[in-house]
């Protein structure tokens, strides 16, 4: 059974920094694209980054472009999300997630909706 696994989340001060893993396991596929998402309460979830299997090529929301960093080590079933100079609005429930292909979208278009293995999230807190 195909399992994603966060970990990492925690409470920082504003101007600090987290680094969350996603742990994948069995996962059978070759080509794919694992996307970390956010969802803070009232709000709708948000596609924050993704990074592809093939190439390693990635995307950033403009939200975290220059602070978040993703990258992989498709070797050990993990990939990472370094979070710098964290902001308050940063605050929420962070989900990794799987995007299997055939693809039907640009790996920048991230479709929630699209992604088919989902973690159980990790809350992240930034207080200011």
């Known amino acids: 059974e195909v399992q994603l696994v966060e970990s990492g989340g925690g409470l920082v001060q504003a101007g600090g920094s987290l680094r969350l893993s996603c742990a994948t396991s069995?996962?059978?596929?070759?080509?794919?694209?694992i996307g970390w998402f956010r969802q803070a309460p009232g709000k709708e979830r948000e596609g924050v980054s993704c990074?592809?299997?093939?190439?390693?090529?990635?995307y950033y929301a403009d939200s975290v472009k220059g602070r978040f960093t993703i990258s992989s080590d498709f070797a050990k079933n993990t990939v990472y999300l370094q979070m710098n100079s964290l902001k308050p609005e940063d605050t929420a429930v962070y989900y990794c997630?799987?995007?299997?292909?055939?693809?039907?979208?640009?790996?920048?278009?991230?479709?929630?909706?699209?992604?088919?293995?989902w973690g159980q999230g990790t809350q992240v807190t930034v207080s200011s």
């Open positions: 990074i592809s299997s093939l190439d390693d090529s990635t």
């Open positions: 069995d996962f059978i596929f070759d080509d794919y694209v």
């Open positions: 997630a799987a995007l299997i292909s055939p693809y039907t979208q640009p790996m920048g278009i991230m479709t929630s909706a699209e992604y088919r293995y």
